[in-house]
């Protein structure tokens, strides 16, 4: 998968638990950030998530990967 450029739209694969927050499978959200991992060639991400269920709440979540998020598709 190619790296997601900043500010793509993205949804949660599954459930993600990060510093004692908690993001539900299916919460979208906006890629912040990338970078590398230290001692892994792969990309991580930061990505601010608006919480499916959870009304004007946000969390940030750091260091997720191609298996916790996804392009988010765009219906019009």
Known sequence: MRRL????????????HRGGLAVPAGSHGIVTGAG?????SRTTYTVVFTPVGT???RATLTGLTARDVRPRELHR
Do not use: M, N, Q, W
């Open 36 to 40: 590398r991992a230290r001692f892994y």
């Open 55 to 57: 009304s004007g709440a």
């Open 5 to 16: 450029p900043v500010r793509t739209r993205v949804k949660a694969i599954r459930a993600l």
